[in-house]
């Protein structure tokens, strides 16, 4: 499995802060109990995971119900993307959808007019998605809290207007068609149960970096910018690199999501990457929980879920309903559904440093000095 | 261009910078009282809108419609405040942006339900013919958007300097716990604050609707550009909030007219949002805003 620089063990002052499993945002390191005995949990259950999501085409093939399942993985990738810049990093993002619409025009433009490999497409898609990540984020993630959201807010519409408007090159409203399936060594992927693989494996593969991300360095520091940035940086944390990281990878994350969802349905239309997506993977991201990266499973089952449950009476109600949950989450369940099973049993002690996290003193009194770090 | 054509684009420029300027004159309000930026802002201008054109459709008169629908979406504010704000008044910064999201999410959405996907629209406040200024014509209602903004801003401004509330408020913005300190009802102050900054909302959209059309989903750009024009003139500042709106409503509409490009109209939204991206990387504290040393 591809791993997050690993062996990067040997920490630095604030990697052993962090490893005294204080400073963590919950979930990985547990006081009182052996780091083997959760460490091996942690795999068990990604393995059970992993066993279950690849072998459902053994004995699933309603067709209906594996698009649902491969629907899932694709919300799944850009929700971790989410869940690592939100729980880990502490920052926000209201425009990922942007990057799903890139990845997803990057394939369906790069395969359609120039005739390229679909693999390569996704590829290229990403490296592009990486590299606007970078150039919206250095700017970007020197703002703070409110400043953030409402820069990549804009950001997203930016890109959707500009998707909508250079009618030459995307096509327009009218979207892009007959984009072609995936293939591998030959087979289409345009088999449901070969794609649900395919797609499953790249899901798992992002989801197994997530849950290595707290072990390495940079999710170490990470965690301490979380808590305070400026403590982070005066220990010789380079805080800026390491959002910046984390942004480009949950960039790629929603990039790679958008090309298999180009290739999969084979036609897109702009209307599908706005601002209410963006608002909806937060949403999920949250709903599903921040403090472990398993949350985003749970949000991203949700946002595929949710519209079926509803869809008999209107699926419209969905939104309403993740815009309502999200609220009553942060008030009254700040770990989200994936920390609820515990919650509602009464199993955790200490509560975990989510989001929600009280400030201790007053609300923020020194308004002007937010703006920057 | 012609002079007329030019004072064409700024008549349509100061409309549309006017409702800016309401929107960012609300966002203001809650920012200073509690730090809070209400992603769901752009929401009370479309909800404004939307139940003002049900009222009068419902046979209200339309100044009742207009007043009706005021007050609609002031409880709504109210009831925002009361049930999603006040439990996270001391959480982080990003549980309140989440919050607020959330909330524009739900509003958006019962507004579709409520309403459908049909963009509408109201009469013009009054009948009459457009005014001619110097060969530009100018519909009635441009006059009543500017109108009834500045005896907005102006009736805040009195509010805000004359009466002993309004300085509670004021004083809720310099320093909250030293006003709670002195026996200001900080809550109240908060609730008041949000019910006020919603009505300012509705206002604008009320005075937008019978000139632009209004949908379920105006919302997200009005409030975003609304942000734009309160981060142009200085985030807190009330008469930059005004200021920037205003600019923000040239820029747009001239930059539409001046660019040799004819395909540039399209390109309007997106013009308020680079303004927004150079603003916010280059002088957050806004163009007239002052840098501010930050305590640790």
Not at chain 1, 47 to 59: I, K, R
Not at chain 2, 210 to 221: E, H, K, N, R
Not at chain 2, 238 to 244: E, H, N, S
């Amino acid at each position: 499995m591809p791993r997050f620089g690993q062996g990067e063990r040997a920490g630095s002052a604030t990697g052993e802060a962090v490893k005294a499993g204080e400073v963590g945002p919950g979930g990985w390191e547990r006081r009182g109990r052996g780091r083997a005995w959760s460490w091996a949990r942690g795999n068990l259950a990604f393995l059970l995971f992993s066993l279950v999501a690849l072998t459902v085409p053994l004995y699933l093939t309603n067709s209906y119900y594996l698009s649902i399942l491969a629907f899932f993985a694709i919300r799944l990738m850009p929700t971790i993307g989410l869940n690592l810049l939100l729980g880990q990093a502490g920052q926000i993002s209201l425009g990922h959808a942007a990057f799903i619409g890139l990845g997803a025009y990057g394939s369906a433009l790069l395969t359609t007019r120039w005739g390229l490999d679909p693999w390569a497409a996704v590829f290229l898609a990403a490296l592009l998605s990486a590299l606007v990540a970078v150039l919206i984020g250095v700017p970007a993630l020197r703002l703070k809290g409110h400043y953030l959201a409402m820069a990549t807010l804009g950001f997203g519409e930016i890109v959707l207007i500009l998707l909508v408007q250079l009618k030459g090159l995307t096509g327009g409203t009218d979207g892009v068609v007959s984009i072609p399936p995936l293939e591998l060594g030959g087979w289409s992927l345009a088999d449901p149960r070969l794609f649900h693989v395919v797609v499953w494996s790249a899901a798992l593969i992002m989801l197994r970096m997530a849950l290595n991300l707290p072990r390495t360095r940079t999710g170490r520091a990470l965690i301490a910018l979380h808590r305070t940035e400026i403590a982070a940086s005066s220990l010789g944390i380079d805080v800026a690199f390491h959002k910046l990281q984390v942004f480009v990878v949950s960039a790629i994350f929603a990039s790679i999501a958008g090309s298999f969802l180009a290739h999969y349905v084979m036609f897109i239309s702009p209307e599908g990457f706005g601002v209410t997506l963006s608002v909806l993977l937060v949403a999920g991201a949250v709903i599903g929980g921040l403090a472990t990266v398993w949350g985003a499973v749970w949000g991203a089952g949700l946002m595929v879920l949710l519209p079926e449950v509803l869809a008999r009476y209107n699926e419209d109600y969905t939104l309403l309903v993740f815009g309502l949950l999200v609220i009553v989450v942060m008030i009254f369940l700040p770990e989200g559904l994936a920390g609820a099973p515990a919650r509602l049993l009464g199993l955790r002690r200490t509560l975990p440093d989510t989001v929600a996290r009280r400030s201790q003193g007053e609300p923020v009194e020194d308004r002007g000095s937010e703006c920057r770090s | 261009m012609s002079l007329q054509d030019f004072l064409q684009f700024v008549f349509a420029g100061i409309t549309s910078g006017s409702v800016y300027a309401l929107t960012a004159l609300g966002f203001t309000l809650i920012y200073n009282a509690t730090g809070i930026i209400n992603f769901a802002q752009g929401e009370f201008v479309m909800l404004g809108g939307l139940a003002a054109v049900s009222l009068h459709s419902g046979g209200a008169p339309l100044a009742l419609a207009a007043i009706g629908a005021v007050a609609v979406v002031t409880v709504v504010g109210l009831l925002f405040e009361l049930l999603a704000i006040r439990p996270l008044l001391n959480a982080s910064v990003l549980a309140q942006i989440i919050v607020t999201v959330g909330a524009s999410l739900a509003l958006r959405t019962a507004a579709m339900l409520i309403w459908g996907r049909e963009a509408v629209a109201l009469p013009a406040f009054t009948e009459g013919a457009p005014l001619s200024v110097f060969g530009a014509t100018v519909v009635p209602q441009t006059v009543w958007v500017l109108g009834v903004t500045a005896l907005i801003v102006i009736a805040l401004q009195v509010f805000y300097r004359r009466t002993l509330l309004g300085k509670a408020v004021r004083a809720c913005a310099v320093n909250p716990m030293a006003a709670r300190l002195l026996g200001i009802p900080y809550g109240r102050v908060v609730l008041l604050t949000f019910g006020a900054s919603a009505a300012v909302a509705a206002a604008g959209g009320v005075l937008i609707t019978p000139i632009s059309f209004m949908s379920y989903s105006s919302g997200a750009l009005i409030g975003l550009k609304g942000f734009a024009a309160a981060i142009l003139g200085g985030l807190g500042s009330p008469a930059g909030a005004v200021a920037g709106g205003l600019a923000l409503g040239l820029l747009e509409s001239l930059s539409v007219g001046l660019l040799p490009w004819s395909g540039a109209s399209g390109y309007k939204d997106a013009i308020a949002f680079l303004i927004l991206l150079l603003v916010l990387f280059a002088r957050p504290q806004g163009l007239l805003g002052q840098v501010s040393a930050q305590k640790v």
